[in-house]
């Protein structure tokens, strides 16, 4: 089976959770749209067991190229108050104080190769994942967002993403956050990592389109 999920913001529990309510093992396969790290703790013990595993695939998503921008080879004036801004302390201390030198090079080694789109075909279905937006822009494929009314974004695909918690676009902010489908796009993060008591993992099954919640 092939599952995707996306924004786990370092919430450990939830990810581990999850594998165990869809009972995922080595003959499946996960996609996670990005923003693996920040906001929460585990973001770091979460990337390494990405990096582990090899049925597991991590694409880039803005908190990232932020944790890039801040440490990697080719830092950008500002990257680290930005990054810190949006949740990335926990993640700037432990790749500086718990990580070893040789972890840190190999995570942010690892990030730099991540692509930040990705197209599948699963059964007659195709699909397009990317963590911000579909575009030919790498700015906007993680950091776009979509509306309630965006027309389908591409031709003969659905497209998959994350960034933009799920109440932004359903307007429901008192009820737990699920998937949200509109034309051609499908938005998959409900909120983990967020302070609300409604967040909530989800996970997609792209066989059959299945919707599981922790």
Excluded at 100 to 124: A, N, W, Y
Excluded at 131 to 153: C, F, L, Q, V
Excluded at 184 to 201: F, K
């Amino acid at each position: 089976m092939i599952y995707c999920m996306s924004d786990l913001h370092g919430e450990e529990d939830r990810f581990h959770a999850m594998l165990e309510k869809i009972q995922f093992s080595g003959q499946d396969a996960l996609y996670v749209i990005g923003d693996v790290i920040d906001r929460k703790p585990g973001g770091v013990p979460l990337l390494q067991e990405i990096m582990a595993a090899d049925n597991m695939h991590l694409l880039l998503g803005n908190h990232e190229q932020m944790c890039l921008d801040t440490l990697g080879p080719n830092s950008v004036y500002g990257s680290r108050e930005l990054w810190r801004h949006n949740g990335g302390n926990c993640t700037y201390r432990h790749l500086i104080y718990i990580c070893s030198p040789q972890e840190r090079r190999d995570i942010l080694k690892f990030l730099s190769c991540l692509p930040d789109h990705m197209e599948l075909t699963v059964g007659e279905r195709a699909f397009h994942l990317v963590h911000g937006m579909p575009s030919e822009d790498p700015h906007r494929r993680i950091w776009g967002r979509p509306e309630r009314d965006t027309p389908a974004p591409l031709h003969g695909c659905t497209a998959i993403v994350g960034h933009t918690p799920t109440c932004f676009l359903t307007g429901r902010m008192d009820q737990p956050l699920s998937i949200w489908h509109g034309d051609g796009i499908i938005d998959i993060d409900c909120g983990c990592g967020h302070a609300s008591e409604h967040r909530r993992l989800s996970c997609l099954r792209l066989d059959d389109m299945a919707e599981f919640y922790v």
